[in-house]
């Protein structure tokens, strides 16, 4: 099941929610606003496009601070 994070525009908070359809808008459990947006993983580009060095140099463990363990599969944290 995917977690996206997502931030909030109208009350600036960031959340995590699972997503069944891509194309789904939630709502922001702080404001119940409609005012969200996705929140592209950066750590799941680097892990996938670097191949090593990218990641070292720009992103290291720092850049993988919003994961959790369950949301992102793409850096192995
Ligand atoms: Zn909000």
Known sequence: MPIYE??????????ECLVFRSDEVPECPTCKGRH???????C??????????TVSSSAGASSCGSCTASSCAGCGH
């Open 6 to 15: 997502y931030h909030c525009d109208q009350c600036s908070k960031d959340f």
């Open 36 to 42: 969200v947006k996705k929140i592209m993983s950066a």
């Open 44 to 53: 799941g580009f680097l892990s996938k496009g670097a191949g090593g060095e």
